[in-house]
């Protein structure tokens, strides 16, 4: 079971960090992505991270302003989000995968087969 949390209104600029912590089974050998999704529009890939190997991976419009980080002790993931956008407004989901996906399915939902409830993430221009 995820639980995602750390969403919030914040201004244009302004920073959040966003955790996704596991109950019942450890992250070791699988992925957790954060995806989101704005009104009106799909669901999109925001990171991922391979937790063995720490790989960390992001889509283009979050490079430089988003980091992903793994808690060892606490079987946690953060996604560190500064210099938001208002464009980056959405409900922001963590989801793990079963098995060590391949970087390139990193981005595919599909991939995941544990999804958190969701938290979201209002930017104010």
């Known amino acids: 079971q995820l639980q995602a949390s750390g969403g919030g209104l914040v201004q244009a600029g302004g920073s959040l960090r966003l955790s996704c912590a596991a109950s019942?089974?450890?992250?070791?050998?699988?992925?957790v992505g954060w995806f989101r999704q704005a009104p009106g529009k799909e669901l999109e890939f925001v990171s991922a991270?391979?937790?063995?190997?720490?790989?960390?991976h992001y889509t283009d419009s979050v490079k430089g302003r988003f980091t992903i980080s793994r808690d060892i002790g606490k079987n946690t993931v953060h996604l560190q989000m500064n210099s938001l956008k208002p464009e980056d407004t959405a409900i922001y989901y963590c989801?793990?995968?079963?098995?060590?996906?391949?970087?390139?399915?990193?981005?595919?939902?599909?991939?995941?087969?544990?999804w958190g409830q969701g938290t979201l993430v209002t930017v104010s221009s």
């Open positions: 991270i391979r937790w063995s190997e720490n790989s960390k």
């Open positions: 989801a793990a995968s079963e098995g060590r996906p391949i970087l390139s399915m990193l981005w595919n939902p599909g991939t995941y087969a544990s």
């Open positions: 019942g089974r450890t992250f070791s050998n699988r992925a």
